[in-house]
């Protein structure tokens, strides 16, 4: 059964940083792209990050661009997302997507607040 | 970067209805458009691929056309288990790009 669980979510203040992980499993890792995809509460859906599977391709959001970094360690089944320079408008419910989106995670809230 | 705009925002249906939402791209994306269903809580849920390849496991009702940057998503028969949010992605070119939902809600 494919997995994709997300973790590293939580309360952080305007300028702190966090990483988020996405915990893959039951399928090959490194033969897929793997994305990052984020909701605002109340929102629509925003396109953060993708990686391809050999981490050649990186592509980031302009909204987060500079400040974000995506990552993957295949041998480890998991792909990450560091957020620095964190605002009050990253506030959201984060989601790891793979390939062309056919898998999610549940999600992790990150929320940033004073 | 490519903008996608949906019509409508939000639409009333019944159990039964047929229904079709737009999705327009500002710039052509070839077939390079997915569709999405999401429910309160959940994780979106992938339902049309390549414009108009539904995805395994998804019912025959739903269906997706269109190429270029004007694509449908259409339900041919409305289920109870349908009223959801919907949203079209641009995988053409990044950054990838989200239409901003249609809510499809009960009559």
């Known amino acids: 059964e494919v997995q994709l669980v997300e973790s590293g979510g939580g309360l952080v203040k305007p300028g702190g940083s966090l990483r988020l992980s996405c915990a893959v499993s039951g399928f090959t890792l490194s033969s897929y792209t793997m994305n990052w995809v984020r909701q605002a509460p109340g929102k629509g859906l925003e396109w953060v990050a993708s990686?391809?599977?050999?981490?050649?391709?990186?592509y980031y959001g302009g909204s987060v661009k500079g400040r974000f970094t995506v990552s993957r360690d295949n041998a480890q089944n998991s792909v990450f997302l560091q957020m620095n320079s964190l605002r009050v408008e990253d506030t959201a419910v984060y989601y790891c997507?793979?390939?062309?989106?056919?898998?999610w995670g549940p999600g992790t809230l990150v929320t940033v607040s004073s | 970067d490519i903008q996608m705009t949906q019509s409508p925002a939000s639409l009333s249906a019944s159990v039964g209805d047929r229904v079709t939402i737009t999705c327009r791209a500002s710039q052509s994306i070839d077939t390079n458009l997915l569709w999405f269903q999401q429910k309160p809580g959940k994780a979106p849920n992938l339902l049309i691929f390549?414009?108009?390849n539904v995805q395994t496991g998804v019912p025959s009702r739903f269906s997706g056309g269109g190429s270029g940057t004007v694509f449908t998503l259409t339900i041919s028969r409305l289920h109870p288990e349908d009223f959801a949010t919907y949203y079209c992605l641009q995988n053409y070119s990044p950054p990838q790009t989200f239409g901003p939902g249609t809510r499809v809600e009960i009559k």
């Open positions: 990686i391809s599977s050999t981490s050649t391709y990186i």
């Open positions: 390549s414009a108009s």
């Open positions: 997507a793979s390939g062309v989106y056919g898998y």
